[in-house]
């Protein structure tokens, strides 16, 4: 991991609210993990401390990796200030942090659950997911926001051929209802043997909850404030099953298996 000057390669909106940012940086990405994440820091002067923000896909080139592209929410002032700066200004990048999800050979069907800007990590995780074997049609994402303005990447998971299904709260895409409702009916079905998800603390937790009356494998990426991302500041901590240590979802995670957390004090 280390901190280094990230020169904008690009800085898109690529909706509402949404935009994606590429950034130039150092090798150390070839090692890098779906799931993994960067502090930004986007200039001087207010905010003093960086922000989290997932890898959305590595940026290739002659076969190498050159860059990062992270697909971010805006939200505050940390995010409006990203939103302002321009390709080839450069900013703070630390990374890549954090223990990612883990894509176990001889998984066969897969589930994906993707809770709006939630999605961010899950195109770099399908695309390991389809490179360890995965036939895509046993892929299946679901891929859910508020309104169709937070369902982000359709077009390039429907590219990838893996079987998706849409939802929104209040159905101007998809079916109308939570994300997790489809997920549920399709596990009932015919169970995957793994899930992996990111989104919302409470779509997180009714994850986790299907995955365990079905007893599936099952990995989240959880969200907390972030100050430092490296394990200094110890302000992300989450209770965990163990009632000896508290989890550091900098460090810890923020990719875990469902059952290492302890939901009920977590998202109460
Ligand atoms: C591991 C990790 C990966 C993340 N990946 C992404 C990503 O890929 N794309 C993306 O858009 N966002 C991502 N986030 C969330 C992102 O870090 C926050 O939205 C960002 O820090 C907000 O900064 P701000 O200065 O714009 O907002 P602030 O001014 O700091 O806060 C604005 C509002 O957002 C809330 N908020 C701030 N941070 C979070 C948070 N982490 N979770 C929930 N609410 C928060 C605050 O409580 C406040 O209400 C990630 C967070 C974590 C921990
Ligand atoms: S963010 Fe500082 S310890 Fe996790």
Redesign the pocket.
Known sequence: MIQEPGRILHNTKVGSVYYRMGLACSGKYEEASPGQ?VMIHAGEGV?LLP????I?RLVMSGGRVTGIE???????????KMSSTRKGDTIRVLGPL?SGFRVMDGVRRVFVIAGG?GV??LFFLIERILAKGVDPRECHLFLGGKTSKDVLCHDDFDKMGVRIVLTTDDGSAGNQCLVTHPAEMAADKDPPDIIFACGPAGMLACVAQIAAKLNVLCQV?V????ACGIGACMGCAVDGQDPDRYLH?CRDG?VFDSRLLKWGSIYS
Do not use: C, D, N, W
Request: aromatic residues 10%; charged residues 10%.
């Open positions: 994440f905010p922000r989290p923000f997932s959305h992270i697909l971010y929410k805006v939200v505050g002032i940390g995010t409006q954090g800007i961010a990590p990426s969200e907390t404030i972030m979802v923020p």
